[in-house]
């Protein structure tokens, strides 16, 4: 598994342009979430890890986790936005977010750690992620409840993955939610 671990990150490197200097801050937030990066679940929706994310927002084991991953992770950083924290991902939709469209033109730079939120056609349900990397049509995320890269039957987890922008999907990236923190 570590050595799975050596390659996604090396992939991180190596597979989208050089970020400019300031655009490679690395938030507190992410390095929270990075952390986990290799947890699994025990059994459907559940385990200790996973029951202290749903816990950080409420909810018993077996809810879905994604966006209870990331409101942990927010809550443990001190962030200032955005100030909702919920298990469902569309929550972390909000007046502060950037249309997926804008930055698939190049509009828009998404900075790392920034929140990407993608969506189950027009219904409320999706996914959370945080945003490493990102170039335009692509990048590199970490994300709970979700599978590997390259294992569709692999064990849920908190995972690096390979994300693209792909606007007439059923299940796509709709907006990113930029996160910041008190000023010191």
């Known amino acids: 598994m570590r050595s799975l ?6 992939f991180i490197a190596f597979a989208l342009p050089p970020a400019k200097a300031q655009d490679s ?21 559940s385990g200790q890890i996973v029951a202290k994310f749903l816990h950080s927002v409420n909810l018993p084991v077996g809810n879905p986790w994604c966006a209870a991953y990331g409101s942990y992770d927010l809550t443990a950083a001190h962030t200032l936005r955005p100030r909702i924290r ?17 930055v698939l033109r190049g509009i828009i730079k998404i900075k790392p750690g920034t929140i990407g ?26 994300e709970g409840n979700t599978r590997p890269p390259g294992m ?20 796509r990236t709709v907006d990113f939610t930029p996160v910041s923190y008190r000023s010191s």
């Open 117 to 142: 939120i993608m969506r189950h056609g027009s219904s409320i349900h999706g996914h959370f992620y945080f945003v490493v990397r990102w170039h335009k049509a692509t990048g590199i995320t970490v």
């Open 152 to 171: 569709p039957n692999g064990p849920q987890g908190v995972w690096i993955k390979h994300r693209n922008i792909v606007p007439g999907n059923y299940f």
């Open 86 to 102: 919920s298990a469902l991902a569309t929550n972390f939709i909000t007046k502060y977010s950037i249309p997926a469209k804008e």
């Open 25 to 45: 801050i690395w938030p507190a937030h992410l390095d929270t979430a990075v952390s986990y990066v290799g947890t699994r679940e025990q059994g459907h929706n």
């Open 5 to 10: 671990f050596l390659v996604m990150l090396l």
